[in-house]
């Protein structure tokens, strides 16, 4: 009997989770991480997940690796081009570049620099840059940047050490900063949960309350009301809300567990629940 078709997913789920199973907190072994990946194309909610994540120095070890990879370069600016070549000559499908600023003192300039390295490497695929630190004027002119030469943002939202997981209004301004400039972002780190909650050890923002304080400010919602939104943690008020923008401008969110955010979306009523199909 052949398989019953996949179903399509809402577009506000469609490719939502990056794997990125392989980074901390999940730490699973490549190839294990990149069978479980491949493993998931034959599940129900396949279109819920993106691109794999890895590092630059993980390209050599996927040869024939056939879905899109999101790859982290390790290094600065000067280490841009080699995965793009590497990947090229391994015939790897790149979907996306993801780099962080290294020059804190002077962003502007890291961000320029990342960007002649692109285009001398005649980068055809998005690239991600993390500016870190809060909105100040120096990092919305690092921003400026980014969005002057086509790149989008990378928006780091939890770390292992909880006093380090960055304030709901920062990442409200971070995220009006990237409406304001009509730029994409894409998100990382913590977000496995949908709703934000306290595990032990500090607060964790939630995928869903991003998406919903995305929407809010696209709405025309002040950064307080963002704010209002990443600190609701009433998950029936976050899946009520209208999300039908806000996917145009959070493009995804990397996370070592793709069960986690799943179980989320299925209990929260916004995904079916198989244990209840006909």
Known sequence: MARPP????PPAWTSLVDDAAIFPPGDAPLHEATATYGARREEWYADLVGSFVLRDTDLPLVRGFGAPLSVVVT??????AGPVSLAARLGLQVAGLEIAVRD????VGNVRRIDAAARAADVDVPVFIEIPGPATAQWLAAA??????GHRLKLRL????HDLVPHSPTVAAWIDAA???????KATAGLHRAVRHEPEGGGAHGFLNVMVATQVLWDGGSVDDATTALEQRDGTVLAAVDLSSARRWFTSFGSCSVTEPLDDLISLGLLPDPKEAP
């Open 6 to 9: 996949t179903p399509v997913l």
């Open 75 to 80: 290094g600065g600016a000067g280490q841009l």
């Open 104 to 107: 804190l003192d002077d962003p």
């Open 144 to 149: 400026d940047v980014v969005a002057d030469c």
């Open 158 to 161: 939890g770390h292992v050490d």
């Open 179 to 185: 409406l304001d400039r009509e730029t994409r972002f």
